[in-house]
């Protein structure tokens, strides 16, 4: 049987991955909007999240993942290209694209988060934002990356 304070800790893990993967998505959301619309970063972001009711600590992760992603955009393209054997990174689709970006931002710029959660949530996200193929596409580029990052941004 569980304890009270066990459920509580599991019902707290539930409620943080949940808001976690809820700010991957709007990062996703926002990352597709700005490269689709042409808008400064700045611009997307005073639009945004206008009338969504979002709690602080999702919204504070989207930018964050948003800005991180815009500001390292070389690098992480970089990234992509390097591994991405036989697709060129304009051929692919918008949203596996920007996905990617999201998720090696995350990789590789937040360390505490373990890579193995990081790709299973993109794995997750490109099941509902992408099309057919993209999972296994996705799974495999960022696994590939995964495997050259230092021990402790990689994970297990």
Do not use: C
Not at 14 to 22: D, P
């Amino acid at each position: 049987m569980t304890s009270n304070k066990q459920n509580s800790s599991l019902v707290s893990r539930h409620l943080i991955m949940g808001s976690r993967r809820k700010s991957r998505e709007l990062a996703l959301q926002m990352l597709y909007q700005w490269e689709v619309g042409g808008h400064s970063p700045a611009q997307l972001l005073s639009q945004f999240f206008i009338g969504k009711a979002l709690d602080a600590d999702v919204e504070s992760y989207a930018r964050s993942l948003f800005e991180g992603a815009v500001s390292h955009l070389e690098e992480l393209d970089r990234l992509v290209r390097d591994h991405a054997q036989n697709w060129r990174l304009e051929r692919m689709a918008a949203v596996d694209r920007n996905l990617l970006r999201v998720a090696l931002y995350e990789l590789v710029h937040h360390p505490e988060t373990p890579a193995p959660v990081v790709i299973n949530e993109a794995l997750e996200i490109a099941r509902r934002f992408s099309g057919e193929g993209s999972v296994e596409f996705v799974n495999g580029i960022l696994d590939g990356i995964r495997k050259t990052l230092p021990a402790s941004e990689a994970g297990p």
